[in-house]
Nanobody, 119 residues
Framework: QAQLVESGGGLVQPGGSLRLSCVASEIMLSRYSMMWYRQPPGKEREMVARISGHTGNTMYADSVKGRFTISSDSGKNTVYLQMSSLQPEDTAVYYC????????????WGQGTQVTVSS
């Protein structure tokens, strides 16, 4: 069945790095805009990065620009979020989302992976 599965979260010290992975099963990345969201404790979910399945163009929230990089590997059907210079305010559950370009497809969310930045 079609699904997104995230991995790579964990505990990291301030200034450290992590790479999150989102493996898409039975979802053709070229037909979707792929996004990473995060939800800090007690706050609303927010989008932090997006990559176009058509063009590969990327965009980032101001809060992560210059520190996070989103990329995709069509051969592995996987989307990555490379995070560096992590700060405590980056602590959140990180979610992968697939938003389709066509109305005959549905959107998908992954189950989330916890990232905790703490000394």
């Amino acid at each position: 069945q079609a699904q997104l599965v995230e991995s790579g979260g964990g505990l990291v010290q301030p200034g450290g790095s992590l790479r999150l992975s989102c493996v898409a099963s039975e979802i053709m990345l070229s037909r979707y805009s792929m996004m990473w969201y995060r939800q800090p404790p007690g706050k609303e979910r927010e989008m932090v990065a997006r990559i176009s399945g058509h063009t590969g163009n990327t965009m980032y929230a101001d809060s992560v620009k210059g520190r996070f990089t989103i990329s995709s590997d069509s051969g592995k059907n996987t989307v990555y979020l490379q995070m560096s210079s992590l700060q405590p305010e980056d602590t959140a559950v990180y979610y992968c989302r697939a938003a389709p370009y066509s109305s005959d497809l549905r959107a998908y969310w992954g189950q989330g992976t916890q990232v905790t930045v703490s000394s």
